[in-house]
């Protein structure tokens, strides 16, 4: 969903240069980079989020939100 740029060879795990371009374009450090990626990995083992999950997640977050719209 929107990682168009994905590589398609199912690695989850981050480059360097993965690393280094999540660095320069949020205001995250490595460690906080690795924590986030770790607790993704955790809801959506094999790297991505289907639109089920996004749901869920969504809601987490905008409890009254409309999810299933905003998700279309």
């Not at 199912?10 to 986030?36: C, D, H, V």
Request: overall charge positive; glycine content about 8%.
């Amino acid at each position: 969903m929107g990682n168009k740029g994905a590589k398609k060879s199912g690695s989850t795990e981050l480059t360097p240069k993965q690393i280094a371009m999540l660095k320069a374009n949020t205001n995250y450090s490595e460690r906080e980079i690795r924590e986030w990626h770790a607790g993704f990995l955790r809801d959506c083992p094999n790297g991505r989020l289907d639109k089920k999950k996004f749901i869920e997640v969504y809601k987490q977050f905008y409890p009254h939100g409309k999810a299933d719209n905003f998700c279309k």
